[in-house]
């Protein structure tokens, strides 16, 4: 763990703290049994021997990207994935043909549809056992994964369980990466690897949970999500990775619980992207600021609405229908 860490998109230490969150290692017991073996393996990895796990969440002053002090590192991600392997299952494996995965892996294709060309090569990085690449392979595409999941669904082929794993010389036409960069220590090694097996016509699609918006994460525990990504944030480190975003927005995950980033990037050089407005933005969106989720929904006005007409009775109706009063007079 790392103690004093750099920010993983802009690699400065500017940091101001957003809030010091505090785990005790006894209230493990009481919780619901996924949180409980959360809870087991924090206490068993990153935080072993300790009875409190304190994190310090972070803004960087420079790009606005969040995260939290000590930061874990490859070997304590690593080690985090191989105990809870060890542990018994506190969630049941989804069936492959599951209604939400079909309903994911349908909009995955059309936001595709647009870079996809007849049989092209697609590789889900990290995508389990390929099963969203499902509808690409009936449309006739070549579909790939890497993954630790060895049993991959019909029709798509594994090549190893990390991109260390593939070959040097192989390329890509589109590559999906849909809620990983969250987990990883390294998001812009990671990124940089994909820009190697991306073909100079190539396509990236990236996907992460947007979970700044009035609250500072993680909500639960510390050990499942380690970066938190707005627009700005994101795009900042696409861009020193060499991926230019073509659009990069928010907007609704599949099952319209939950925001998210989405970004659609081509094949560029690494370049520095001027985000002075990532900070702000973040503080705008912790603070519950109305006009950081006007300019966070408006993309997507229609699935809003049908976000809040399904989920209305949750906390946060007033604040969103009084937004969508607002998107209504200003379109
Ligand atoms: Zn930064």
């Known amino acids: ?70 930061r874990p590192e490859e070997d304590d991600i690593r080690a985090k994935y191989e105990m809870s392997l060890t542990l018994p299952r506190s969630r049941a494996v989804r069936p492959p043909d599951n209604l939400s995965d079909e309903r994911r892996s349908r909009r995955l294709a059309a936001e595709l549809s647009s870079v996809l ?8 990085v990290g995508g389990g056992d390929g099963r969203l690449m499902s509808p690409l392979v009936t449309a006739g595409h070549r579909a790939f994964v890497v993954d630790f999941k060895t049993e991959p669904v019909a029709g798509v082929t594994r090549l190893g369980a990390t991109v260390d794993e593939l070959a040097p010389e192989s390329r890509f036409d589109v590559m999906v990466l849909s809620h990983v960069l969250e987990h990883v220590a390294e998001p812009l090694t990671l990124l940089q690897q994909l820009h190697n097996h991306l073909d100079d016509a190539g396509h990236l699609l ?37 991926l230019l975003p073509l659009q990069c927005r928010f907007g609704w995950h599949y099952t319209e619980k939950q925001i998210v980033v989405r970004a659609l990037c081509k094949k560029g050089e690494p370049t520095i992207y001027d985000n002075s407005r990532g900070p702000q933005l973040t503080r ?21 609405v049908r976000a809040v007409a399904r989920y209305g009775a949750r906390r946060g109706r007033g604040a969103i229908r009084a937004v969508l009063g607002r998107i209504g007079r200003a379109g």
């Open 284 to 304: 705008a969106l912790v603070a519950g600021d109305p006009r950081a989720l006007i300019s966070l929904l408006e993309a997507e006005r229609r699935r809003t």
């Open 1 to 70: 763990m790392l103690s004093d860490p750099t920010c993983a998109v802009c690699g400065q230490r500017a940091w101001d703290d957003l809030e010091t969150k505090v785990y005790e290692k006894s209230d493990g017991p009481r919780l619901e049994p996924y949180l409980r073996s959360r809870f087991e393996i924090l206490f068993g990895t990153w935080f072993a021997g300790q009875s409190r796990a304190t994190i310090v969440v972070q803004n960087c002053r420079n790009c606005g990207f969040v995260a939290f002090a000590p």
């Open 206 to 242: 990236v996907e992460v949970p947007m979970e700044l918006y009035r609250r500072v994460p993680p909500r639960r525990e510390p050990l499942t999500h380690i970066n938190y990504f707005h627009t700005e944030s994101l795009r900042a480190v696409l861009m020193r990775a060499g």
């Open 117 to 124: 060309r007849p049989g092209s090569a697609v590789l889900d």
